[in-house]
Protein backbone atom coordinates (compact mmCIF):
# COMPACT_ATOMS: atom_id res chain seq x y z
CA UNK A 1 0.00 0.00 0.00
CA UNK A 2 1.02 3.51 -0.34
CA UNK A 3 0.22 5.99 2.27
CA UNK A 4 1.37 9.67 3.43
CA UNK A 5 3.05 9.46 6.67
CA UNK A 6 3.25 12.12 9.09
CA UNK A 7 6.32 12.81 11.51
CA UNK A 8 4.86 14.26 14.48
CA UNK A 9 7.85 15.57 16.03
CA UNK A 10 9.11 16.73 12.76
CA UNK A 11 6.58 18.47 11.25
CA UNK A 12 7.05 16.72 7.85
CA UNK A 13 5.15 14.59 5.14
CA UNK A 14 6.48 12.05 2.99
CA UNK A 15 4.89 9.18 0.40
CA UNK A 16 6.35 5.95 2.05
CA UNK A 17 4.96 2.14 0.74
CA UNK A 18 4.19 -0.78 3.22
CA UNK A 19 2.41 -4.08 3.35
CA UNK A 20 -1.42 -4.07 2.86
CA UNK A 21 -2.76 -4.34 7.10
CA UNK A 22 -5.22 -6.94 7.67
CA UNK A 23 -8.13 -6.22 9.66
CA UNK A 24 -8.92 -7.17 13.50
CA UNK A 25 -12.26 -9.33 14.11
CA UNK A 26 -13.77 -6.17 14.29
CA UNK A 27 -12.25 -4.47 11.73
CA UNK A 28 -12.86 -3.23 8.07
CA UNK A 29 -10.45 -2.44 5.61
CA UNK A 30 -11.35 -0.56 3.15
CA UNK A 31 -9.70 0.01 -0.14
CA UNK A 32 -9.41 4.21 0.07
CA UNK A 33 -11.50 5.66 -3.38
CA UNK A 34 -11.13 9.64 -2.36
CA UNK A 35 -10.21 11.62 1.19
CA UNK A 36 -10.44 15.09 0.90
CA UNK A 37 -7.63 17.86 2.79
CA UNK A 38 -9.42 19.63 5.44
CA UNK A 39 -8.64 22.94 7.34
CA UNK A 40 -7.52 20.89 10.09
CA UNK A 41 -5.18 18.76 8.57
CA UNK A 42 -3.37 22.30 7.82
CA UNK A 43 -3.55 23.13 10.81
CA UNK A 44 -2.01 19.77 12.58
CA UNK A 45 0.83 20.14 9.21
CA UNK A 46 1.81 23.33 11.02
CA UNK A 47 2.11 21.88 14.25
CA UNK A 48 -0.91 24.25 15.38
CA UNK A 49 -3.69 21.93 16.17
CA UNK A 50 -3.60 18.70 18.57
CA UNK A 51 -2.82 15.07 17.40
CA UNK A 52 -1.44 12.00 17.46
CA UNK A 53 1.42 12.83 20.92
CA UNK A 54 4.28 10.66 18.85
CA UNK A 55 5.81 8.49 16.16
CA UNK A 56 4.00 8.66 12.70
CA UNK A 57 0.50 9.28 11.58
CA UNK A 58 -1.54 8.91 8.50
CA UNK A 59 -3.98 11.63 8.79
CA UNK A 60 -7.29 11.93 6.74
CA UNK A 61 -10.62 11.75 8.41
CA UNK A 62 -13.07 12.54 5.02
CA UNK A 63 -12.97 9.53 2.97
CA UNK A 64 -14.75 6.78 0.72
CA UNK A 65 -13.98 3.66 -0.95
CA UNK A 66 -14.91 0.15 -1.17
CA UNK A 67 -14.67 -2.62 1.50
CA UNK A 68 -11.99 -5.05 0.68
CA UNK A 69 -11.56 -7.05 3.58
CA UNK A 70 -13.58 -7.53 7.15
CA UNK A 71 -12.93 -8.73 10.54
CA UNK A 72 -14.28 -12.18 11.81
CA UNK A 73 -16.84 -10.95 13.73
CA UNK A 74 -18.02 -7.97 11.14
CA UNK A 75 -21.89 -8.64 10.36
CA UNK A 76 -23.31 -5.24 9.02
CA UNK A 77 -20.93 -4.82 5.86
CA UNK A 78 -19.36 -7.22 2.93
CA UNK A 79 -16.38 -7.23 0.42
CA UNK A 80 -17.29 -4.75 -2.54
CA UNK A 81 -19.88 -2.40 -0.86
CA UNK A 82 -19.18 1.47 -1.22
CA UNK A 83 -18.54 2.80 2.33
CA UNK A 84 -17.72 6.60 4.20
CA UNK A 85 -16.40 6.45 6.94
CA UNK A 86 -17.22 8.20 10.36
CA UNK A 87 -13.84 9.01 11.87
CA UNK A 88 -15.34 10.31 15.18
CA UNK A 89 -16.58 7.90 18.29
CA UNK A 90 -17.03 8.15 21.56
CA UNK A 91 -15.63 5.97 24.47
CA UNK A 92 -19.40 4.35 25.01
CA UNK A 93 -18.89 4.58 28.91
CA UNK A 94 -18.80 8.05 30.14
CA UNK A 95 -21.81 10.56 31.33
CA UNK A 96 -21.30 12.39 27.78
CA UNK A 97 -21.43 9.10 25.88
CA UNK A 98 -24.45 8.07 27.95
CA UNK A 99 -26.80 11.38 27.60
CA UNK A 100 -25.41 11.26 23.43
CA UNK A 101 -22.53 14.23 23.60
CA UNK A 102 -19.68 12.20 22.49
CA UNK A 103 -17.98 15.17 21.23
CA UNK A 104 -17.73 16.12 25.29
CA UNK A 105 -15.78 13.12 25.77
CA UNK A 106 -12.21 13.00 26.71
CA UNK A 107 -11.38 10.16 25.25
CA UNK A 108 -13.54 9.85 22.10
CA UNK A 109 -14.57 13.23 20.01
CA UNK A 110 -11.82 15.11 18.83
CA UNK A 111 -9.73 13.49 20.93
CA UNK A 112 -10.14 9.95 19.21
CA UNK A 113 -10.78 10.92 15.55
CA UNK A 114 -9.06 8.88 12.49
CA UNK A 115 -7.01 10.72 10.59
CA UNK A 116 -6.14 12.84 13.86
CA UNK A 117 -5.12 10.20 16.55
CA UNK A 118 -5.31 7.19 14.30
CA UNK A 119 -4.31 6.44 11.17
CA UNK A 120 -6.71 8.08 8.23
CA UNK A 121 -7.55 8.19 4.71
CA UNK A 122 -4.36 9.24 3.22
CA UNK A 123 -3.35 5.76 2.08
CA UNK A 124 -4.48 3.24 -0.50
CA UNK A 125 -5.91 1.21 2.19
CA UNK A 126 -7.52 2.01 6.00
CA UNK A 127 -8.50 -0.31 8.90
CA UNK A 128 -11.25 1.17 11.05
CA UNK A 129 -13.92 -0.50 13.01
CA UNK A 130 -17.13 -1.80 11.79
CA UNK A 131 -19.07 0.56 14.22
CA UNK A 132 -17.80 3.65 11.61
CA UNK A 133 -18.10 2.51 8.49
CA UNK A 134 -21.51 3.48 6.82
CA UNK A 135 -22.81 2.38 3.02
CA UNK A 136 -23.28 4.83 0.28
CA UNK A 137 -26.53 4.81 -1.44
CA UNK A 138 -26.33 3.47 -5.09
CA UNK A 139 -27.01 6.89 -6.79
CA UNK A 140 -24.61 8.48 -5.35
CA UNK A 141 -20.52 7.66 -6.55
CA UNK A 142 -17.72 7.65 -4.37
CA UNK A 143 -16.48 11.07 -4.96
CA UNK A 144 -18.94 12.88 -3.97
CA UNK A 145 -19.26 10.70 -0.90
CA UNK A 146 -15.73 11.87 0.43
CA UNK A 147 -17.99 14.83 1.11
CA UNK A 148 -20.10 12.69 4.00
CA UNK A 149 -18.30 13.64 6.77
CA UNK A 150 -18.32 17.42 6.41
CA UNK A 151 -21.85 17.17 5.65
CA UNK A 152 -22.47 15.55 8.65
CA UNK A 153 -20.84 18.10 10.72
CA UNK A 154 -23.07 21.07 9.32
CA UNK A 155 -25.77 18.61 9.96
CA UNK A 156 -24.58 19.11 13.70
CA UNK A 157 -24.62 22.73 13.05
CA UNK A 158 -28.24 23.06 11.55
CA UNK A 159 -29.59 20.99 14.58
CA UNK A 160 -28.01 23.42 17.04
CA UNK A 161 -28.76 26.36 15.13
CA UNK A 162 -32.32 25.28 15.23
CA UNK A 163 -32.52 25.61 11.57
CA UNK A 164 -32.14 29.47 9.39
CA UNK A 165 -35.46 30.34 9.02
CA UNK A 166 -36.19 31.60 5.26
CA UNK A 167 -36.23 34.95 5.12
CA UNK A 168 -33.38 35.40 7.68
CA UNK A 169 -30.28 38.05 6.52
CA UNK A 170 -27.36 35.08 6.79
CA UNK A 171 -23.46 35.76 6.74
CA UNK A 172 -21.04 33.71 6.03
CA UNK A 173 -17.56 34.70 6.43
CA UNK A 174 -15.07 32.31 4.65
CA UNK A 175 -15.67 30.84 1.41
CA UNK A 176 -13.40 27.92 1.40
CA UNK A 177 -14.93 24.31 0.91
CA UNK A 178 -17.24 24.56 4.68
CA UNK A 179 -18.40 28.59 3.39
CA UNK A 180 -19.34 26.69 0.25
CA UNK A 181 -21.02 24.01 1.57
CA UNK A 182 -22.81 26.19 4.03
CA UNK A 183 -24.51 28.28 1.02
CA UNK A 184 -25.23 25.09 -0.11
CA UNK A 185 -27.31 24.09 2.57
CA UNK A 186 -28.86 27.42 3.09
CA UNK A 187 -29.87 27.41 -0.56
CA UNK A 188 -31.29 23.98 -0.06
CA UNK A 189 -33.44 24.74 2.91
CA UNK A 190 -34.71 27.38 0.63
CA UNK A 191 -33.26 30.58 1.24
CA UNK A 192 -32.82 33.01 -1.19
CA UNK A 193 -31.31 36.63 -2.12
CA UNK A 194 -30.87 36.84 1.69
CA UNK A 195 -27.50 34.96 2.34
CA UNK A 196 -23.89 36.67 1.87
CA UNK A 197 -20.76 35.33 1.61
CA UNK A 198 -17.94 37.38 3.07
CA UNK A 199 -14.24 36.25 1.46
CA UNK A 200 -11.16 38.40 1.10
CA UNK A 201 -9.82 36.17 -1.19
CA UNK A 202 -10.91 37.39 -5.19
CA UNK A 203 -10.42 33.51 -6.57
CA UNK A 204 -12.39 32.03 -3.80
CA UNK A 205 -14.85 34.92 -4.67
CA UNK A 206 -15.39 33.57 -8.06
CA UNK A 207 -15.59 29.91 -7.62
CA UNK A 208 -18.61 30.46 -5.35
CA UNK A 209 -20.01 32.02 -8.45
CA UNK A 210 -19.81 28.88 -10.07
CA UNK A 211 -22.98 27.63 -8.12
CA UNK A 212 -25.30 30.41 -9.18
CA UNK A 213 -27.30 30.19 -5.93
CA UNK A 214 -27.91 33.67 -6.39
CA UNK A 215 -26.00 34.95 -3.29
CA UNK A 216 -24.44 38.39 -2.85
CA UNK A 217 -20.26 37.86 -2.74
CA UNK A 218 -18.50 40.72 -0.97
CA UNK A 219 -15.01 41.82 0.42
CA UNK A 220 -15.13 41.51 4.35
CA UNK A 221 -14.63 45.37 3.64
CA UNK A 222 -17.69 45.99 1.82
CA UNK A 223 -19.99 44.20 4.82
CA UNK A 224 -23.16 46.02 6.19
CA UNK A 225 -24.76 45.14 9.51
CA UNK A 226 -28.08 43.86 9.83
CA UNK A 227 -27.96 40.46 10.28
CA UNK A 228 -29.77 38.04 11.77
CA UNK A 229 -27.06 34.77 11.48
CA UNK A 230 -23.56 34.70 11.10
CA UNK A 231 -21.83 31.96 10.31
CA UNK A 232 -18.09 31.35 10.56
CA UNK A 233 -16.27 29.45 8.46
CA UNK A 234 -12.89 30.73 8.57
CA UNK A 235 -11.16 29.81 11.79
CA UNK A 236 -10.08 33.37 11.93
CA UNK A 237 -10.54 35.41 15.27
CA UNK A 238 -10.20 38.45 13.50
CA UNK A 239 -13.12 37.05 11.17
CA UNK A 240 -15.32 36.67 14.24
CA UNK A 241 -15.03 39.59 16.17
CA UNK A 242 -15.66 41.68 12.71
CA UNK A 243 -19.03 39.85 12.57
CA UNK A 244 -20.86 40.62 15.94
CA UNK A 245 -21.29 44.66 15.14
CA UNK A 246 -22.69 42.99 11.73
CA UNK A 247 -25.39 41.11 14.09
CA UNK A 248 -28.69 42.73 14.40
CA UNK A 249 -30.85 42.71 17.86
CA UNK A 250 -31.31 38.77 18.83
CA UNK A 251 -28.55 37.71 16.67
CA UNK A 252 -26.72 34.87 16.16
CA UNK A 253 -22.64 33.92 16.03
CA UNK A 254 -21.88 30.40 14.73
CA UNK A 255 -18.42 29.24 14.99
CA UNK A 256 -18.06 27.12 12.51
CA UNK A 257 -14.39 26.85 11.49
CA UNK A 258 -11.90 25.58 13.60
CA UNK A 259 -9.57 28.12 14.88
CA UNK A 260 -6.22 27.87 15.75
CA UNK A 261 -6.25 26.80 19.70
CA UNK A 262 -4.38 30.41 20.75
CA UNK A 263 -6.36 32.69 18.05
CA UNK A 264 -8.47 35.06 20.35
CA UNK A 265 -10.93 38.50 19.36
CA UNK A 266 -12.60 40.61 21.47
CA UNK A 267 -16.30 41.53 22.11
CA UNK A 268 -18.40 44.01 24.28
CA UNK A 269 -20.15 42.28 26.83
CA UNK A 270 -22.80 45.64 26.46
CA UNK A 271 -23.56 44.54 23.33
CA UNK A 272 -24.77 40.90 23.89
CA UNK A 273 -26.72 42.43 26.60
CA UNK A 274 -28.01 45.27 24.59
CA UNK A 275 -28.71 43.35 21.44
CA UNK A 276 -29.51 39.76 23.41
CA UNK A 277 -26.85 38.06 20.89
CA UNK A 278 -26.19 34.21 21.22
CA UNK A 279 -22.55 32.45 20.37
CA UNK A 280 -22.77 29.10 19.31
CA UNK A 281 -20.19 26.55 18.83
CA UNK A 282 -20.02 23.33 17.07
CA UNK A 283 -17.94 20.76 17.73
CA UNK A 284 -17.71 17.69 14.89
CA UNK A 285 -20.70 15.75 14.26
CA UNK A 286 -21.98 13.56 17.20
CA UNK A 287 -24.70 10.54 15.88
CA UNK A 288 -25.19 12.93 12.81
CA UNK A 289 -23.70 11.03 10.08
CA UNK A 290 -26.28 9.32 8.85
CA UNK A 291 -27.90 13.10 8.64
CA UNK A 292 -24.84 13.74 6.56
CA UNK A 293 -25.77 10.71 4.19
CA UNK A 294 -29.06 11.91 3.61
CA UNK A 295 -27.64 15.80 2.75
CA UNK A 296 -25.36 14.04 0.76
CA UNK A 297 -28.30 12.01 -1.04
CA UNK A 298 -30.12 15.21 -1.33
CA UNK A 299 -27.52 17.47 -2.26
CA UNK A 300 -25.20 15.44 -4.95
CA UNK A 301 -27.25 16.20 -8.51
CA UNK A 302 -27.40 20.06 -7.64
CA UNK A 303 -24.67 21.10 -5.56
CA UNK A 304 -21.92 18.51 -5.09
CA UNK A 305 -20.06 18.84 -8.55
CA UNK A 306 -16.58 19.01 -7.86
CA UNK A 307 -15.56 21.76 -10.60
CA UNK A 308 -18.13 24.06 -9.65
CA UNK A 309 -17.50 23.61 -5.58
CA UNK A 310 -13.74 24.77 -6.96
CA UNK A 311 -12.43 21.10 -5.91
CA UNK A 312 -9.65 19.87 -7.46
CA UNK A 313 -8.40 16.11 -7.09
CA UNK A 314 -4.94 15.08 -6.88
CA UNK A 315 -2.91 11.59 -6.42
CA UNK A 316 -1.17 11.20 -3.20
CA UNK A 317 2.13 12.06 -5.22
CA UNK A 318 1.27 15.02 -5.52
CA UNK A 319 0.69 16.09 -2.17
CA UNK A 320 2.68 18.86 -2.07
CA UNK A 321 1.14 20.57 -5.18
CA UNK A 322 -2.35 19.95 -3.37
CA UNK A 323 -1.23 21.36 -0.07
CA UNK A 324 0.19 24.58 -1.70
CA UNK A 325 -2.93 25.40 -4.13
CA UNK A 326 -5.01 24.97 -1.29
CA UNK A 327 -3.07 27.47 1.08
CA UNK A 328 -3.38 29.85 -1.13
CA UNK A 329 -6.51 29.96 -2.17
CA UNK A 330 -6.54 28.61 -5.78
CA UNK A 331 -9.02 26.13 -5.20
CA UNK A 332 -11.71 25.61 -2.16
CA UNK A 333 -10.76 22.04 -1.44
CA UNK A 334 -8.13 19.27 -2.53
CA UNK A 335 -9.28 15.47 -2.73
CA UNK A 336 -6.99 13.17 -2.63
CA UNK A 337 -7.80 10.14 -5.36
CA UNK A 338 -6.10 6.79 -4.73
Known amino acids: MEFLSFDVKNLTLSLRKAEIPKPGPNDVRIKVAYCGICGTDLHILEGAFPCKKEGFLTLGHEFSGTVDAVGTSVKTVKVGEKVAVDPNSGCNTCNFCHSGTYQFCSAGGINSTIGIYKDGGFATHAIVPESQVH ?162 RAMAERYLNYEKLGIKVFSLSQYREALDSLKRGHISKAVFKM
Open 135 to 296: LIPDDVDLEQAALTEPLSCLAHGWDILDGVPVGSNVLITGAGIIGILWACLLHLHGLRKTVTVSEPQEPRRKLLSNLDLDYEIKAPDQLKEGFDVAIDCSGSGPAMEAAIPLLGRGGRLCVFGIANPKAKFCIEPFQIYMKELKIIGVNINPFTFPKGLGLL
